[in-house]
């Protein structure tokens, strides 16, 4: 049975999430919301109207857990108009390709202009591959769209597809995320991170920034976020952005830490003190092979 539902219960990140960890292969439609009159209880008990699914705004597939290809609805994904797009060809290549191309699969058109020299094999596969997350990074400000999830379904064989590791997707959309929404995700800056089991599998290919990779270093169960901010000069904003990120990711856990202490409070006459903070706890086992290239920045 196809996985249903709507994005105002199970977002894209989450979606993408399950793809990548069950290492899933399929299409994820996701539909043009239509809201009827119908009231319906959500997940947490709000009533909300029902939404129905109208025509096909965007199909997104998977394989073995990668990301491959993202089309539009409103939009034309010929290899020329993508092409077009990257900047690798002008409107009026562009206008011919695509009517001298008609009968001609992608691959066949983009053999084609290969040995014609309009564009090398790389042209081709990055102009995709960035056509298809700017398509997956607009789809994760969706909100309420109906989706089915059609398990094992391909797209035409006739398609160019590039596999684009999908942490590193996830990665990327919780860096677009506003600065007030991961504040939701972590109201204590005093809980504390540690890693999942496993962790060198799923750090093995996915791309973090230099901040990320300084978050990483400070990461053990004795070190609060707040102490972890602190050793990166990181403000508060700064921090929240980057641990939703890893959290995003599915690279870190929240935990509390073992020995948290409380904040002072404020002193006679309206002055405070900080509580005394124990020294940042740095561990060199896992971490340490994990955050080897950071010390190359």
């Given at each position: ?32 919301p ?11 008990g ?82 995709i ?20 999830l ?37 109201p ?62 599915g ?25 005394a ?21």
């Amino acid at each position: 049975m196809p996985l249903k539902g709507n994005l105002a219960d199970f977002s894209i990140t989450q979606i993408l999430n399950l793809i990548n960890l069950a290492k899933k292969t399929g299409i994820l439609h996701v539909y043009e919301p239509i809201v009827t009159d119908e009231t319906i209880r959500d997940g947490t008990g709000q009533e909300r109207k029902k939404v129905m699914p109208g025509e096909e705004r965007a199909t997104v597939a998977f394989r073995d857990g990668k990301l491959i290809l993202a089309t539009m609805g409103n939009q034309d994904g010929h290899l020329a108009n993508v092409l077009q797009k990257a900047g690798k060809l002008n409107i009026q290549q562009a206008r011919v390709i695509r009517e001298r191309g008609k009968k001609y699969s992608d691959k066949a058109l983009a053999l084609m202009l290969i040995n014609a020299n309009y564009a090398t094999q790389q042209d081709v596969v990055r102009s995709i591959k960035q056509y298809t997350l700017d398509i997956v990074y607009d789809l994760a400000n969706w909100e309420q769209e109906p989706f089915v999830l059609d398990e094992n379904a391909a797209p035409s064989p006739a398609r160019i597809t590039v596999p684009i590791d999908l942490q590193n997707v996830i990665m990327e959309i919780g860096r677009r995320k506003d600065g007030d929404e991961p504040g939701i995700e972590l109201p204590n800056l005093d809980m504390a991170l540690k890693f999942p089991e496993d962790p060198g599998e799923k750090f093995r290919r996915v791309h973090l920034s230099v901040e990320e990779w300084r978050v990483v270093s400070f990461i053990n169960p004795n070190n609060s976020i707040r102490q972890i901010a602190k050793a990166c000069n990181m403000t508060e904003t700064e921090i929240r952005r980057v641990v939703y990120s890893l959290l995003n990711a599915g690279l870190v856990e929240l935990m509390k830490p073992p020995t948290s202490k409380q904040p002072a409070r404020a002193a006679a006459g309206g002055k405070s003190r900080s509580a005394a903070q124990p020294p940042i706890t740095v561990k060199r086992s896992v971490v340490e092979r994990l955050i080897a290239k950071i010390k190359e920045t």
